[in-house]
């Protein structure tokens, strides 16, 4: 099983998605991305079955390089020092900011 650890600013996606959840695949990593202030890349295969659009989502969730259907390769240059600043506004840290004592408690709530 990979782990993600503590100070990674890059995490690599294999998948084989299929053309229905392209959406989900791209709002995942956009999501992940931002959540964290890392660069996602999502590299998905390409077939009949399988809908290819493999993508980079750099730490604000914004896509600057994708291969969306019917191209097979997208290239891009990223800053990968721009990953270890984890703040969103000044004040508010993604990673400090975490208070993982409390997740437990937000299981334990039925949503009503």
Known sequence: MNKFRAGHKLM???TKIGRIEINHQILFAR????ENRIFVMVANTCGQ???GNSLIANP???IPAAAFQGIEQA???IEIASARCKDV???SNVIKDRVPGIY???WKSPVK
């Open 12 to 14: 690599i996606w294999e």
């Open 60 to 62: 604000t969730g914004l």
């Open 49 to 51: 079955q399988t809908g």
């Open 31 to 34: 999501t992940r991305a931002s």
């Open 89 to 91: 506004v000044p004040g």
């Open 75 to 77: 290239a891009t240059q």
């Open 104 to 106: 437990k408690e937000l």
